[in-house]
């Protein structure tokens, strides 16, 4: 079975600039998480999507992130504008279900570095 | 709120060697799962062992299993006969059943030394 894609795998921005990533879950996987990671840290969950619904969306910053989930299926993580502190992986995951435990597999991340 | 807090932010182990790694967390919900997961250098997050808190017996997968200690709020990870492959970043997380969010640690770096 396919993993999580995310793509781009590294992108290069320069402050104030804007920038989207993009992740495609597994198939049939209903859940869908977004998480930030910093260098150094844990990954912080930044919105959770139920199929094309949010769920969980508490610690995202809404003033310049915003995410959307297209027919529940892929989805879409955009900075806009892009600040020094928004330099991390940015990680996305799937799992089959929210409500119940599912394992949750994780992308390989995109790496963003803000100049 | 939920915490989850790992205080060993690197540890070192011989190959073939056992090592153990820690967490604790806060929380004041009785049903939860936690859980271990392995970041290699490439990035990709990938499950270790997960333990039910309802469940009294700690679980184990082949050289992973845990002290999963709910009075205590502690739950380690013990890695037995350590291979060069067992190298990444370690992180510990919980995952609330009410809000289905995951809470992450800040990890701990594992070196398996030849």
């Known amino acids: 079975e396919a993993g999580v894609a995310q793509s781009p795998r590294y992108k290069i921005i320069e402050k104030r600039q804007s920038v989207a990533f993009w992740c495609n879950p597994i198939?049939?996987?209903?859940?869908l998480y977004w998480y930030q990671q910093i260098l150094g840290q844990g990954p912080k969950l930044l919105i959770q999507?139920?199929?094309?619904?949010?769920?969980?969306d508490s610690q995202l910053p809404k003033d310049r992130f915003s995410a959307e989930r297209l027919k529940g299926v892929d989805s879409t993580l955009k900075i806009q504008p892009a600040k020094l502190e928004d330099s991390a992986v940015y990680l996305c995951?799937?799992?089959?279900?929210?409500?119940?435990?599912?394992?949750?597999?994780f992308g390989p991340g995109t790496r963003l570095t803000v100049l | 709120a939920q915490t989850v807090t790992q205080s060993q932010p690197e540890m070192s182990v011989q190959e073939a060697e056992t090592v153990t790694l820690s967490c604790t967390y806060d929380?004041?919900?009785?049903?939860?799962?936690l859980f271990w997961y392995k970041q290699p250098p490439s990035r990709q997050m990938i499950l270790v062992i997960r333990?039910?808190?309802?469940?009294?017996q700690n679980a184990t997968e082949n050289r992973f299993s845990v002290n999963f200690q709910k009075a205590a709020k502690s739950f380690s990870l013990k890695i037995s006969d350590s291979q060069l492959g067992d190298a990444a970043m370690y992180f510990c997380?919980?995952?609330?059943?009410?809000?289905?969010?995951?809470?992450f640690g800040t990890g701990t770096r594992l070196k398996v030394l030849a």
């Open positions: 995951a799937s799992s089959f279900t929210g409500t119940t435990y599912n394992e949750q597999f």
């Open positions: 198939s049939g996987h209903a859940t």
């Open positions: 929380t004041s919900e009785s049903d939860y799962y």
């Open positions: 333990q039910e808190a309802y469940k009294q």
């Open positions: 999507f139920q199929n094309n619904g949010v769920v969980d």
């Open positions: 997380a919980y995952r609330s059943p009410r809000t289905y969010k995951y809470i």
